[in-house]
């Protein structure tokens, strides 16, 4: 008896010492691999990626500002900064570095992959908003052109990436972008929401947290210097004035009428009906397209018919198909109910 | 050329002038025109459908009280009526191919002065082997099969997959998954397959490497044998069948929570992601036209998996043979092998034996039982029991086996062990081979057929050690 | 070849001839499509006589297959493309159905729709309709909508698509013989009909199309579904814009009715 239980204390301690080499965040063998992709390539495309973002914004950049970006100190900075200069993609004048048009379109490509491989997270996979960015920083620089077209073709060319800026094109082009930060509206203006900065992630996080999302429409109601209220989709949102400046928006020309009470698919009962009329915009990619070819566009009628032991999914009957849903993805589908009169029998 | 330039300029252009709502639009517009022209041309006979069946009987599977047990119940019926049904043409066929061919074979081969080693290679081996695994397999898969596609005929398999999703969306897999499962139980190879109709990347390879706990049709004689031995005898004989089929379920069950378990690890470490998506459309119901699903899933489905059985166990009867009867140093090969891996396989509740037979059926996991009682046989020195060495040979009542397997010094420990090592451990050649196809990556592959083999051994062994220590 | 056939179950002995996988030789494409579950693999298997696996959940048809038969002396090859609800997403399922419609040339497209989602199953029949005219729509499975109290007016239906729309019930292989009629006067070229095309379109979405075609027609003036190109570009179609860069778009011209790509299959 006490072999067994010896035996089975070293079993347990076996699988923990895997699980502490193997863990998927802090494991050994993570870190190590973590450790091992900071490297010097890394650095530079880092490096290049800041630069053109301080050109972007029309901020100057200096060596000091480089180190700060990637997080090393100035001698390495300098060292870095030698590097590049060897390949002839920046140049400095009076402390201020700018990149060559070899250093641009070099920027752009890393920017290319970063952007359709988050655009990528957000449509074909079900990786968290939170960690689409960071994904997106390994294998920036690890995706060779011909994967990254590929990647591009696969997922239909799309022009945006999932924040709302412009995926540079494979010749190295970018199209400009149009908008002013959300600060900058007055009270009474009306904007739909264009691009929502996903750096630094402390502020992002919060505008998730508000539920923003690219294209929402929105009224400023009162502005004062520490607070801005928007309402939007029926509520009442007091945000800080930077988290404003990390939103971008289109200013409306019409009168915006808001939306009260949107009700969503899992709002509904079986035994009520309801019409489509939208789904929410960050349902993307292949699931949007397939709802939609379920027939699930506005104006549809759907109703509960299939109710389940754990209570999800719900099966809906939608133009005569009987469509299994999960109760997270009939949040996204935006509906009214209608009245129920007995009479009618939806094909 | 100048112009194609132009086209690929105007294209980029007027997409960024349109923005991303092409394609919603368009859907809108198609299903504007399709519903105009549906509208147009239905004519609505009665619109109120006196009773609608396929409702009435949703509403039953899908219920909140009856849906899981009529699942279980669904599943235990198959598998009594298949352990049941299988009994008696499996005696005939092995009265047919054992006592009657086989004897015949062997004077045959005496007459024309065949030499000794090629009588046993061939009769002794290939054809044993063959015959074995007919006579096994064949009655029960031609049960299971068609029972089978029947319910897949009839609509019922995506219910089952809509009652269970809630369990796949929290292990983050997809709720398909319970479809290719299903596919699983019939043939592991075809549920990887069939797990192309997941189209996240993630979820198809979670569906693909857990497959495997499916447990397949190579493994269900092997289940029902041993709950029939080992489980059945500790229960008064009237209910033993019964307790044998819900250790089998049992066994059957386990493996659904472990692929869900397996899945749940995978999403939240090396294939990390949420759930995704899950748009199933639930077919009506559509009565089966039983003749000729009986005569597609014996043609299809029966004769191929039969087919590939038989091709896998020729040379594993040659292999067993040989092994069996090539010596070094007084020993055979087998022999070697068995006392080498033994102190550690007793450790873990199992025996060198049945890691040398896992190994032999790592082809077709159908021969494993015929070659643990040949492997029993031979190095207990039992032989006056079994023919000769390295012969494969169908006992005539379970007793036999039964007693060959106590005196391999087999327990219900062992037993049940056994099972659940039947359950947990490498996939079979061909599905290593299928999941390689579909994957395309030789890691994955490692990764599927590793994974459940460590799992085996670790569960049997801490199965052992709890065994031990409480009785 | 015909004599090989002799104990092929026939119903309709003078003039078809399952031919199985046999199909060295043949005169005419036919390419099967439709969405999921609509017995497209049922239609396959009585036109064919091969005895391909039909369950009833969506997708489970995930191999391709091919066969032939024969129809009043003429050979036909059969392609079962795989079943899709749409052809406008980037599943590879898709890709391939809308690839082999557009570049293998099919001299037939048969759609096979689902008579009890006739909505549904309308949207890929537009779709298929953007893409090619010679096609014929399988209206399957109407026993099942006629005990559920849907009836289908097919030749008013016939008449809203400019297609030949044939009425089956296929496991029981009622309505085969006018399905390979209306197969057979489409490939002959016989039907005259005008195939609808999408018109309800957003004015700022057929403003777009319009403007591409104009700089389409100029690369290519003989290509017949300029249309269906450009909504392909528009949605960044990769395979489409490939097609456009190594100008193979041009051989979509219908010259020869036996040019068949056969690397798509």
Sequence with gaps: MIDQIIALAFALIFAGLLAFIFLPENGMYNRWKKRRIDSRKMLIENGLKFIYDCEYKHLICTLNALAGNLGINADEAAKIFEQMDEMNLVKMENEKITLTDEGRSYALKVIRVHRLWERYLADETSVHQLDWHDRAEIVEHFLSKEETDKLAARIGNPVLDPHGDPIPLADGTIPKMSGITLNKLTQGDVGTIVHIEDEPKAVYSQILAFGFYLGMDFTVLRKSDDRIVIEADGEEVKISPIVAENITVKKQEQEYTPVTNRLNLSNLKPGEKAKVIGLASNCRGSQRRRLMDFGIIPGTTIEIEMENPLGDPLGYRVRGTMLAIRKNQAEMIYIEKIKTTEDEYAV | MKNKDKIIAAVNNLRWEMGENFHDSLMESLYTEASEIANKSIVLQDRKSKFDLDRFIDRIVTSKIWGFPLMFLILSLVLWVTIEGSNYPSQWLSYLLLDTVHPVLKSFSADIGLVWWLDGLLIDGAYLAMAWVISVMLPPMAIFFPIFTLLEDLGYLPRVAFNLDRFFKAAGAHGKQALTMSMGFGCNAAGVVAARIIDSPRERLIAIITNNFSLCNGRWPTQILIATIFIGALVPSEIAGMAAALSVVAVALLGIVLSLLVSWFLSKSVLKGEASTFTLELPPYRPPRVLQTLYTSLIDRTLIVLWRAIVFAIPAGLVIWSISNISLNDLSLAEHFIFAVDPVAIFIGLNGVIILAYVIAIPANEIVIPTILMLTVLTTGLAELGQGTGVMFEMDSLQDTASILTAGGWTVLTGINVMLFSLIHNPCSTTIYTIYKETGSMKWTIVSAILPLVMGFFVCFVVTQLWRIFS | MQSKCENCPVYNEAHLKKLGIKMDNFDYVVALAGNPNTGKSTVFNSLTGLKQHTGNWPGKTVTRAEGGFEYNNKFYKLVDLPGTYSL??????????????????????????????????????????????????????????????????????????????????????????????????????????????????????????????EVLKEEFPDTPNLRWVAMRLLEGDQSIIDAVNSGELSSLTIKDKLTVNNELI
């Design chain 3, 88 to 213: 406008l997403s980037t599943s590879a399922d898709e890709e391939v159905a809308r690839n082999f419609i557009l570049f293998g040339k099919p001299n037939v497209t048969v759609v096979v729709v689902d008579a009890t989602r006739l909505e549904r199953n309308l949207n890929l029949v537009l779709q298929v309709l953007e893409i090619t005219d010679k096609t014929v729509v399988c209206l399957n499975l109407v026993d099942e909508a006629e005990r559920r109290g849907v009836h289908i007016d097919e030749k008013r239906l016939a008449k809203e698509l400019g297609v030949p729309v044939v009425a089956t019930i296929a496991r029981e292989k009622q309505g085969i013989n006018n399905l390979l009629a209306a197969i057979e006067e489409v490939a002959l070229g016989r039907y005259k009909g005008r195939p609808k095309k999408i018109k309800a379109l957003d004015p700022k979405i057929s403003k777009a199309l319009d403007k591409l075609i």
